[in-house]
Protein backbone atom coordinates (compact mmCIF):
# COMPACT_ATOMS: atom_id res chain seq x y z
CA UNK A 1 0.00 0.00 0.00
CA UNK A 2 1.96 3.41 -1.06
CA UNK A 3 2.49 5.58 2.35
CA UNK A 4 0.02 8.28 2.14
CA UNK A 5 -0.16 11.57 4.56
CA UNK A 6 -2.39 14.15 5.09
CA UNK A 7 -1.30 17.48 6.53
CA UNK A 8 -4.89 18.80 7.58
CA UNK A 9 -5.27 22.61 8.63
CA UNK A 10 -8.27 24.23 9.85
CA UNK A 11 -7.60 27.55 7.77
CA UNK A 12 -9.41 29.67 10.77
CA UNK A 13 -5.49 31.81 10.87
CA UNK A 14 -2.23 31.86 9.12
CA UNK A 15 0.30 28.77 10.46
CA UNK A 16 2.98 29.04 12.47
CA UNK A 17 6.50 27.23 13.36
CA UNK A 18 4.77 24.59 14.76
CA UNK A 19 2.14 23.83 12.33
CA UNK A 20 5.13 23.63 10.17
CA UNK A 21 6.55 20.92 12.32
CA UNK A 22 3.67 18.78 11.81
CA UNK A 23 3.34 19.79 8.30
CA UNK A 24 6.99 19.12 7.58
CA UNK A 25 7.24 15.76 9.49
CA UNK A 26 4.43 14.41 7.34
CA UNK A 27 6.08 15.64 4.38
CA UNK A 28 9.85 14.01 4.98
CA UNK A 29 7.66 10.58 5.89
CA UNK A 30 6.19 10.64 2.53
CA UNK A 31 9.67 11.24 1.12
CA UNK A 32 11.19 8.72 3.16
CA UNK A 33 8.64 5.88 1.83
CA UNK A 34 8.35 7.04 -1.50
CA UNK A 35 4.86 8.17 -0.79
CA UNK A 36 1.87 10.92 -1.06
CA UNK A 37 1.39 14.01 0.59
CA UNK A 38 -2.18 15.26 1.05
CA UNK A 39 -2.81 18.47 2.25
CA UNK A 40 -6.78 18.93 3.30
CA UNK A 41 -8.35 21.78 4.39
CA UNK A 42 -10.56 21.29 7.53
CA UNK A 43 -12.99 23.91 6.68
CA UNK A 44 -16.46 22.33 7.46
CA UNK A 45 -16.11 25.31 10.91
CA UNK A 46 -18.06 27.87 7.78
CA UNK A 47 -18.11 30.86 10.19
CA UNK A 48 -14.08 30.55 11.33
CA UNK A 49 -13.15 29.37 8.41
CA UNK A 50 -11.26 31.41 5.26
CA UNK A 51 -10.45 31.14 1.96
CA UNK A 52 -7.66 33.51 2.13
CA UNK A 53 -6.32 31.56 5.18
CA UNK A 54 -6.56 28.73 2.96
CA UNK A 55 -4.38 30.39 0.20
CA UNK A 56 -2.00 31.66 2.66
CA UNK A 57 -1.06 28.26 3.76
CA UNK A 58 -1.06 26.81 0.85
CA UNK A 59 1.53 29.85 -0.02
CA UNK A 60 3.63 29.18 3.02
CA UNK A 61 4.01 25.48 2.57
CA UNK A 62 5.24 25.79 -1.37
CA UNK A 63 7.53 28.49 0.77
CA UNK A 64 9.13 25.55 2.41
CA UNK A 65 9.20 23.27 -0.18
CA UNK A 66 6.07 21.21 0.20
CA UNK A 67 4.28 21.13 -2.81
CA UNK A 68 0.70 18.69 -2.27
CA UNK A 69 -0.07 15.66 -4.67
CA UNK A 70 -3.30 16.28 -3.83
CA UNK A 71 -5.35 19.11 -1.75
CA UNK A 72 -9.03 18.97 -0.71
CA UNK A 73 -11.47 20.63 1.18
CA UNK A 74 -13.59 19.63 3.16
CA UNK A 75 -16.20 21.85 2.66
CA UNK A 76 -16.35 20.32 -0.76
CA UNK A 77 -17.41 16.84 0.30
CA UNK A 78 -19.98 17.28 2.44
CA UNK A 79 -21.96 13.81 0.39
CA UNK A 80 -19.47 11.62 1.77
CA UNK A 81 -20.06 12.89 5.34
CA UNK A 82 -23.75 12.51 4.72
CA UNK A 83 -23.66 9.20 3.68
CA UNK A 84 -21.05 8.13 6.57
CA UNK A 85 -23.95 9.85 8.95
CA UNK A 86 -26.64 7.53 7.70
CA UNK A 87 -24.10 4.37 8.13
CA UNK A 88 -23.80 5.28 11.62
CA UNK A 89 -27.40 5.97 12.22
CA UNK A 90 -28.82 2.99 10.30
CA UNK A 91 -26.18 1.02 12.61
CA UNK A 92 -27.67 2.42 15.76
CA UNK A 93 -24.30 4.31 17.05
CA UNK A 94 -25.19 7.62 16.24
CA UNK A 95 -28.11 8.86 18.40
CA UNK A 96 -30.23 12.21 19.12
CA UNK A 97 -29.58 13.96 22.19
CA UNK A 98 -31.81 16.81 23.47
CA UNK A 99 -29.77 18.53 26.10
CA UNK A 100 -28.90 22.30 26.36
CA UNK A 101 -25.36 23.62 26.43
CA UNK A 102 -26.51 24.51 29.92
CA UNK A 103 -28.21 21.66 30.88
CA UNK A 104 -25.04 19.63 29.91
CA UNK A 105 -22.91 21.93 31.89
CA UNK A 106 -25.13 21.85 35.03
CA UNK A 107 -24.56 17.75 35.11
CA UNK A 108 -20.99 18.35 34.83
CA UNK A 109 -21.23 20.36 37.39
CA UNK A 110 -23.23 17.98 39.23
CA UNK A 111 -21.43 15.11 38.84
CA UNK A 112 -17.67 17.12 39.60
CA UNK A 113 -19.28 17.71 43.14
CA UNK A 114 -20.42 14.07 43.86
CA UNK A 115 -16.32 13.06 42.93
CA UNK A 116 -17.52 11.87 39.64
CA UNK A 117 -15.92 12.02 36.18
CA UNK A 118 -18.01 14.49 34.10
CA UNK A 119 -18.92 12.09 31.32
CA UNK A 120 -21.88 12.39 29.40
CA UNK A 121 -24.55 9.51 31.50
CA UNK A 122 -26.46 8.56 28.28
CA UNK A 123 -29.22 10.05 29.21
CA UNK A 124 -30.64 10.67 25.83
CA UNK A 125 -30.64 6.89 25.16
CA UNK A 126 -33.75 6.21 27.30
CA UNK A 127 -35.89 9.04 25.74
CA UNK A 128 -38.98 7.48 24.07
CA UNK A 129 -40.43 8.45 20.71
CA UNK A 130 -43.05 10.65 22.51
CA UNK A 131 -40.49 12.60 24.20
CA UNK A 132 -38.44 13.13 21.15
CA UNK A 133 -41.16 14.38 19.53
CA UNK A 134 -42.23 16.49 22.50
CA UNK A 135 -38.49 18.15 22.19
CA UNK A 136 -38.66 18.60 18.24
CA UNK A 137 -42.74 20.40 18.61
CA UNK A 138 -40.69 22.54 21.56
CA UNK A 139 -38.07 23.01 18.63
CA UNK A 140 -35.37 21.72 19.88
CA UNK A 141 -32.94 20.22 17.71
CA UNK A 142 -30.78 17.40 18.76
CA UNK A 143 -27.39 16.92 18.48
CA UNK A 144 -26.28 12.98 17.57
CA UNK A 145 -23.35 11.88 19.56
CA UNK A 146 -21.33 8.18 18.65
CA UNK A 147 -21.75 5.47 21.04
CA UNK A 148 -18.34 4.40 21.79
CA UNK A 149 -17.89 0.83 22.20
CA UNK A 150 -17.35 0.62 25.82
CA UNK A 151 -20.28 -2.03 27.12
CA UNK A 152 -21.13 -5.45 26.95
CA UNK A 153 -24.78 -5.77 26.29
CA UNK A 154 -26.29 -2.41 28.38
CA UNK A 155 -24.43 0.95 27.31
CA UNK A 156 -25.58 2.06 30.79
CA UNK A 157 -23.65 -0.69 32.15
CA UNK A 158 -20.27 1.23 31.07
CA UNK A 159 -16.98 -0.97 31.50
CA UNK A 160 -13.13 -0.22 31.77
CA UNK A 161 -12.47 -1.21 27.54
CA UNK A 162 -8.28 0.16 26.87
CA UNK A 163 -7.93 1.07 23.59
CA UNK A 164 -4.31 0.60 22.56
CA UNK A 165 -2.12 1.48 19.81
CA UNK A 166 1.55 1.78 19.21
CA UNK A 167 2.35 5.18 18.56
CA UNK A 168 5.52 6.32 16.12
CA UNK A 169 6.44 8.53 18.44
CA UNK A 170 5.11 7.68 21.81
CA UNK A 171 4.91 4.00 21.56
CA UNK A 172 2.88 1.84 23.15
CA UNK A 173 -0.35 4.01 23.96
CA UNK A 174 -3.86 3.03 26.18
CA UNK A 175 -6.70 5.29 26.97
CA UNK A 176 -9.82 3.35 28.44
CA UNK A 177 -12.51 4.06 26.41
CA UNK A 178 -14.85 3.48 29.68
CA UNK A 179 -13.92 7.28 31.01
CA UNK A 180 -15.00 9.19 27.86
CA UNK A 181 -18.22 11.19 27.14
CA UNK A 182 -19.59 9.73 23.43
CA UNK A 183 -18.51 12.24 21.55
CA UNK A 184 -20.52 14.25 19.32
CA UNK A 185 -20.48 14.03 15.29
CA UNK A 186 -23.22 16.38 14.20
CA UNK A 187 -23.88 19.63 16.08
CA UNK A 188 -27.67 21.11 16.41
CA UNK A 189 -27.81 22.93 13.39
CA UNK A 190 -26.59 20.31 11.10
CA UNK A 191 -22.87 21.13 11.25
CA UNK A 192 -20.39 18.11 10.76
CA UNK A 193 -17.41 17.60 13.56
CA UNK A 194 -14.09 17.70 12.97
CA UNK A 195 -13.56 14.17 14.28
CA UNK A 196 -15.99 12.63 12.00
CA UNK A 197 -15.31 14.36 9.08
CA UNK A 198 -11.80 13.58 9.43
CA UNK A 199 -12.04 10.14 9.89
CA UNK A 200 -14.41 9.87 6.77
CA UNK A 201 -11.78 11.56 4.78
CA UNK A 202 -8.76 9.38 6.11
CA UNK A 203 -10.51 6.55 4.94
CA UNK A 204 -11.96 7.94 1.65
CA UNK A 205 -8.30 9.09 1.00
CA UNK A 206 -6.49 5.70 2.01
CA UNK A 207 -4.44 7.72 4.98
CA UNK A 208 -1.76 5.05 5.89
CA UNK A 209 -0.71 7.10 8.93
CA UNK A 210 -1.37 10.28 10.34
CA UNK A 211 0.77 12.32 12.15
CA UNK A 212 0.00 14.66 14.01
CA UNK A 213 0.71 17.19 17.10
CA UNK A 214 0.26 15.60 20.59
CA UNK A 215 -2.55 17.92 21.31
CA UNK A 216 -4.64 15.35 19.91
CA UNK A 217 -3.55 11.92 21.59
CA UNK A 218 -6.71 12.06 23.89
CA UNK A 219 -8.89 11.75 20.69
CA UNK A 220 -7.12 8.95 19.02
CA UNK A 221 -9.08 6.28 21.42
CA UNK A 222 -12.25 7.68 19.80
CA UNK A 223 -11.20 7.86 16.56
CA UNK A 224 -9.71 4.57 16.62
CA UNK A 225 -13.12 2.80 17.81
CA UNK A 226 -15.71 5.40 14.66
CA UNK A 227 -12.76 3.97 12.35
CA UNK A 228 -14.26 0.65 13.31
CA UNK A 229 -17.30 1.64 13.36
CA UNK A 230 -17.36 2.91 9.74
CA UNK A 231 -15.50 -0.86 8.54
CA UNK A 232 -12.16 0.30 7.98
CA UNK A 233 -9.09 -0.75 9.35
CA UNK A 234 -7.00 2.32 11.50
CA UNK A 235 -3.91 4.01 10.39
CA UNK A 236 -0.72 3.84 11.94
CA UNK A 237 -1.11 7.24 14.29
CA UNK A 238 2.51 9.17 15.53
CA UNK A 239 1.68 12.09 17.70
CA UNK A 240 4.76 14.52 18.28
CA UNK A 241 5.79 17.16 20.62
CA UNK A 242 4.39 20.76 19.97
CA UNK A 243 7.03 23.36 20.15
CA UNK A 244 7.08 25.86 22.77
CA UNK A 245 9.28 28.90 22.97
CA UNK A 246 11.60 28.76 25.79
CA UNK A 247 9.87 29.58 28.80
CA UNK A 248 7.45 26.73 27.86
CA UNK A 249 4.38 28.40 26.03
CA UNK A 250 2.84 26.98 22.88
CA UNK A 251 2.45 28.65 20.38
CA UNK A 252 -1.30 30.17 19.17
CA UNK A 253 -2.26 30.16 15.32
CA UNK A 254 -4.41 33.30 16.09
CA UNK A 255 -1.69 35.58 18.11
CA UNK A 256 0.16 35.61 14.81
CA UNK A 257 3.04 34.44 16.79
CA UNK A 258 6.24 33.00 14.62
CA UNK A 259 3.84 32.32 11.45
CA UNK A 260 5.53 31.28 8.36
CA UNK A 261 4.63 34.80 6.10
CA UNK A 262 6.25 36.79 9.05
CA UNK A 263 9.03 35.03 8.77
CA UNK A 264 9.41 34.89 5.33
CA UNK A 265 9.11 38.46 5.61
CA UNK A 266 11.75 38.72 7.69
CA UNK A 267 14.41 37.58 5.31
CA UNK A 268 14.65 34.13 6.58
CA UNK A 269 15.49 30.97 4.37
CA UNK A 270 13.01 28.37 4.31
CA UNK A 271 15.89 25.87 5.48
CA UNK A 272 16.62 27.65 8.06
CA UNK A 273 12.89 27.70 9.28
CA UNK A 274 12.56 23.84 8.90
CA UNK A 275 15.62 23.04 10.43
CA UNK A 276 14.37 24.36 13.48
CA UNK A 277 10.84 23.01 13.17
CA UNK A 278 12.13 19.51 12.22
CA UNK A 279 15.25 19.29 14.73
CA UNK A 280 14.10 20.83 17.84
CA UNK A 281 13.06 18.01 20.37
CA UNK A 282 15.11 15.41 18.63
CA UNK A 283 17.53 13.22 19.46
CA UNK A 284 19.46 15.61 16.54
CA UNK A 285 21.28 18.60 17.10
CA UNK A 286 19.83 22.07 16.03
CA UNK A 287 21.98 22.83 13.09
CA UNK A 288 21.22 24.72 9.68
CA UNK A 289 20.39 21.73 6.93
CA UNK A 290 20.97 22.69 3.60
CA UNK A 291 18.44 20.96 1.62
CA UNK A 292 14.93 19.16 2.59
CA UNK A 293 16.91 16.01 1.37
CA UNK A 294 19.58 16.26 3.71
CA UNK A 295 16.89 17.12 6.39
CA UNK A 296 15.30 13.81 5.50
CA UNK A 297 18.30 11.95 6.70
CA UNK A 298 18.00 12.96 9.59
CA UNK A 299 14.29 12.91 10.00
CA UNK A 300 12.64 10.00 12.04
CA UNK A 301 9.91 10.16 14.19
CA UNK A 302 11.31 7.34 16.52
CA UNK A 303 13.56 10.16 17.59
CA UNK A 304 11.17 12.51 18.48
CA UNK A 305 11.42 13.48 22.10
CA UNK A 306 8.46 12.71 24.96
CA UNK A 307 8.84 16.37 26.27
CA UNK A 308 8.12 19.20 24.60
CA UNK A 309 10.17 20.96 22.13
CA UNK A 310 11.81 24.13 23.29
CA UNK A 311 13.01 26.47 21.06
CA UNK A 312 14.57 30.19 21.52
CA UNK A 313 12.87 32.24 18.01
CA UNK A 314 16.16 33.87 17.92
CA UNK A 315 18.21 30.54 16.93
CA UNK A 316 16.22 31.00 13.49
CA UNK A 317 19.05 34.33 12.80
CA UNK A 318 21.70 32.19 13.34
CA UNK A 319 20.77 28.95 11.84
CA UNK A 320 19.88 31.30 8.48
CA UNK A 321 23.48 33.05 8.60
CA UNK A 322 25.38 29.76 8.25
CA UNK A 323 22.99 28.21 5.46
CA UNK A 324 23.73 32.14 4.00
CA UNK A 325 27.18 31.44 4.59
CA UNK A 326 27.80 28.47 2.78
CA UNK A 327 24.83 29.26 -0.06
CA UNK A 328 26.45 28.88 -3.53
CA UNK A 329 26.12 31.79 -6.21
CA UNK A 330 23.68 29.71 -8.79
CA UNK A 331 21.25 29.57 -5.35
CA UNK A 332 21.42 33.88 -4.96
CA UNK A 333 21.87 34.99 -8.09
CA UNK A 334 18.26 35.86 -8.97
CA UNK A 335 17.36 37.06 -5.70
CA UNK A 336 20.69 39.54 -5.92
CA UNK A 337 18.96 40.78 -9.31
CA UNK A 338 15.82 41.38 -7.82
CA UNK A 339 17.62 43.09 -4.75
CA UNK A 340 19.08 45.31 -7.63
CA UNK A 341 22.49 44.07 -6.84
CA UNK A 342 24.21 43.42 -10.41
CA UNK A 343 26.69 41.64 -8.97
CA UNK A 344 29.16 38.50 -10.29
CA UNK A 345 30.00 35.69 -8.27
CA UNK A 346 33.14 36.97 -6.52
CA UNK A 347 31.01 39.72 -5.00
CA UNK A 348 28.53 37.53 -3.25
CA UNK A 349 31.97 35.17 -2.24
CA UNK A 350 33.34 38.78 -0.60
CA UNK A 351 30.40 39.52 1.25
CA UNK A 352 28.21 36.38 2.13
CA UNK A 353 30.22 35.75 5.30
CA UNK A 354 28.92 39.07 6.84
CA UNK A 355 25.75 38.65 6.15
CA UNK A 356 22.84 37.00 8.18
CA UNK A 357 20.10 37.17 5.50
CA UNK A 358 20.54 37.17 1.87
CA UNK A 359 19.13 40.85 1.78
CA UNK A 360 22.33 41.97 3.51
CA UNK A 361 24.32 41.58 0.44
CA UNK A 362 22.51 45.28 -0.37
CA UNK A 363 24.44 47.27 2.24
CA UNK A 364 27.56 45.92 1.08
CA UNK A 365 26.69 46.54 -2.62
CA UNK A 366 25.34 50.17 -1.32
CA UNK A 367 28.66 50.75 0.07
CA UNK A 368 30.95 49.38 -3.24
CA UNK A 369 28.57 51.41 -5.83
CA UNK A 370 26.54 54.17 -4.21
CA UNK A 371 28.11 56.74 -1.40
CA UNK A 372 29.55 55.83 2.02
CA UNK A 373 28.84 58.88 4.78
CA UNK A 374 31.86 58.76 7.52
CA UNK A 375 32.91 60.93 9.84
CA UNK A 376 36.64 61.30 9.96
CA UNK A 377 38.14 60.94 13.52
CA UNK A 378 40.68 64.40 13.52
CA UNK A 379 43.02 61.73 14.95
CA UNK A 380 43.26 59.81 11.75
CA UNK A 381 42.90 62.97 9.40
CA UNK A 382 46.76 63.02 8.87
CA UNK A 383 46.68 59.63 7.99
CA UNK A 384 44.01 59.20 5.88
CA UNK A 385 45.81 61.90 3.61
CA UNK A 386 48.49 59.81 3.59
CA UNK A 387 46.75 56.92 2.48
CA UNK A 388 45.29 58.91 -0.49
CA UNK A 389 48.50 59.79 -1.72
CA UNK A 390 49.80 56.38 -1.15
CA UNK A 391 47.11 54.49 -3.18
CA UNK A 392 48.64 52.41 -5.34
CA UNK A 393 48.42 53.64 -9.19
CA UNK A 394 46.34 51.51 -11.54
CA UNK A 395 43.44 48.86 -11.41
CA UNK A 396 42.67 48.31 -8.10
CA UNK A 397 43.07 44.35 -7.72
CA UNK A 398 43.53 41.58 -4.99
CA UNK A 399 47.03 42.62 -4.37
CA UNK A 400 46.72 46.33 -3.92
CA UNK A 401 45.27 46.45 -0.14
CA UNK A 402 48.19 44.65 0.75
CA UNK A 403 50.84 46.36 -0.74
CA UNK A 404 48.70 50.05 0.06
CA UNK A 405 48.92 49.13 3.63
CA UNK A 406 52.81 47.92 4.28
CA UNK A 407 53.26 51.15 2.20
CA UNK A 408 51.17 53.14 4.56
CA UNK A 409 52.76 51.16 7.75
CA UNK A 410 56.35 52.47 6.42
CA UNK A 411 55.50 55.93 6.41
CA UNK A 412 52.91 56.16 9.42
CA UNK A 413 54.39 53.75 11.69
CA UNK A 414 50.95 52.27 12.55
CA UNK A 415 50.13 49.03 12.45
CA UNK A 416 47.10 46.50 13.75
CA UNK A 417 43.53 48.15 14.31
CA UNK A 418 45.18 51.65 14.08
CA UNK A 419 46.30 51.54 10.42
CA UNK A 420 43.52 49.18 9.32
CA UNK A 421 40.39 50.73 11.55
CA UNK A 422 40.55 54.50 10.19
CA UNK A 423 40.70 52.56 6.32
CA UNK A 424 37.75 50.63 7.15
CA UNK A 425 35.71 53.20 8.24
CA UNK A 426 36.20 55.99 5.81
CA UNK A 427 35.93 53.36 2.71
CA UNK A 428 32.87 51.71 4.30
CA UNK A 429 30.83 53.72 6.81
CA UNK A 430 31.18 50.30 8.87
CA UNK A 431 33.77 49.14 12.22
CA UNK A 432 33.30 45.24 10.79
CA UNK A 433 32.83 44.37 7.37
CA UNK A 434 33.84 41.54 4.10
CA UNK A 435 37.79 41.42 4.05
CA UNK A 436 39.02 44.76 3.03
CA UNK A 437 41.34 43.18 0.73
CA UNK A 438 38.90 41.41 -0.97
CA UNK A 439 36.18 44.31 -1.25
CA UNK A 440 38.60 47.03 -2.10
CA UNK A 441 38.63 46.43 -6.26
CA UNK A 442 34.54 45.96 -5.72
CA UNK A 443 34.89 49.53 -4.48
CA UNK A 444 37.16 50.58 -7.14
CA UNK A 445 40.15 53.76 -7.17
CA UNK A 446 37.40 56.50 -7.96
CA UNK A 447 35.44 55.59 -5.17
CA UNK A 448 38.41 54.99 -2.80
CA UNK A 449 39.54 58.73 -3.24
CA UNK A 450 36.51 60.50 -3.08
CA UNK A 451 36.01 58.77 0.55
CA UNK A 452 39.37 59.84 1.39
CA UNK A 453 40.21 63.24 2.49
N1 LIG B 1 -7.73 20.14 11.69
C1 LIG B 1 -7.05 19.46 12.76
C2 LIG B 1 -6.08 20.45 13.41
O1 LIG B 1 -5.74 21.44 12.78
C3 LIG B 1 -6.30 18.27 12.24
C4 LIG B 1 -5.87 17.30 13.27
C5 LIG B 1 -5.44 16.00 12.64
O2 LIG B 1 -4.38 16.00 12.01
O3 LIG B 1 -6.17 15.02 12.74
O4 LIG B 1 -5.70 20.31 14.54
Not at 6 to 19: C, D, K, Q, V
Not at 41 to 65: K, M, Q
Not at 191 to 205: G, K
Not at 433 to 452: S, V
Request: some cysteine.
Amino acid sequence: MTVTVRFAPSPTGLIHIGNSRTALFNWLFAKKHGGRFILRFDDTDLERSRREYADAIERDLAWLGLVPDRMERQSERLEIYDAAVQRLKDAGLLYPCYETADELDRRRSRARALGRPPVYDRAALRLSDEQKALFEAEGRKPHWRFLLPNFDQDPEQIRRTDESWEDLCRGPQTIDLGSMSDPVLVRENGAYLYTLTSIVDDIDMGITHIIRGEDHVANTAVQLAIFRALGAEPPVFGHHNLLTTADGEGLSKRKGALSIGSLREDGLEPMAVASLAVLTGTSHAVEAVATMDELGDRFDLAGVSRSSAKFDPHELVGLNARLVHAMPFSVVSSRLCDLGIQAEEDFWLTVRENCERVSDAHLYWQIVKGTVEAEVDPEDRDFLVAARRLLPDGPVDASTWKTWTDALKAETGRKGRGLFMPLRRALTGLDHGPDMGALLPFIGQQNILDRLP
